[in-house]
């Protein structure tokens, strides 16, 4: 067996010292060098394949106009909606802040003008209604001494307008008269250093005007209704402070007789707006400050 086996060994073809490897397809070689080359730039996120095996970079696709599929995945949905949704709360709270603020100035200002301590902040928004009265009252007190925040005039118009709960018509013929002398007491409060008086009950509240403390009224009735100037007075010069507004007869007749304010702490100008009050005759102003109209 092992003659044999020389035998067969030296049968074979010598090589001289050279190593005999196994042959290697040269295509095999070249299309995994290709593959390998791929994978490389693949892996290095540099280019991507079309069908035909050419490679081009992404830099000449973006400038081609081309977007690879698959480059806005679903994270990025997620934050532009998530984006989107805070800008809206965001908005929706400086809208809601702005209003709040803006209401916030505007009673503020109704408040220092009723309390006689004015100071406007920011230039207060005026109601619908504030336009109407001063309109209607402009040609009472002149355009001039509204423009003044504070003047007694423009005080009294912001209660009417903003701060007395009757709110008065004064287009209405039949409660203009009402509206004229709620408005001359205001004046008459505010000029007088009002919210200072000693006692000032229900003053400037929603109260009919007859019920303010000082306050005197009569009841007048028109005898003939053709004849605005025919008139009579039920009652004379009765203090209906403690009287109830249902007793009252709001808006029936009572007219403001007199203001008995004596040595009530009143300091100021008696202003001219006192002189619409037509059925006025009783005015006790004695031991206060006060100068002529």
Known sequence: AEDAAEEEAASLPRTDGVEIVS?????DEEENDYIGEVEDEELAGLAVSDRSGDFTPFDELSSMGDTP???VTSR????????AWMSLAFFAVVYIVTQVALQSVHWYNVWSSSSGDHVSLFG?????????LKAKLVHLSGKEIFEDEGSPQHKALV???????LSLDPYDQAAFPQFLQRYALAVFYFSTNGPNW???????TGRHECGWLFVMCSDIKNGNTDNSNDREFHSVDDDYSNTLDSELGLGEGRRVTGLSLYGQGLKGTIPR???TLEFLHVLDLGDNNLKGI
């Not at 990025?76 to 984006?83: A, P």
């Not at 207060?124 to 336009?131: E, I, L, V």
């Open 198 to 204: 000693k006692e000032r009950t229900y003053w400037l």
């Open 124 to 132: 207060p928004r005026r109601s619908r209604r504030y336009t109407r």
């Open 23 to 27: 042959a290697v397809d040269d295509d």
């Open 159 to 165: 209660y009417l307008a903003d701060g007395d709960s």
């Open 69 to 71: 599929t698959g480059i």
């Open 273 to 275: 707006e006192i002189g």
């Open 76 to 83: 990025t949905k997620i934050r532009m909606f998530r984006g």
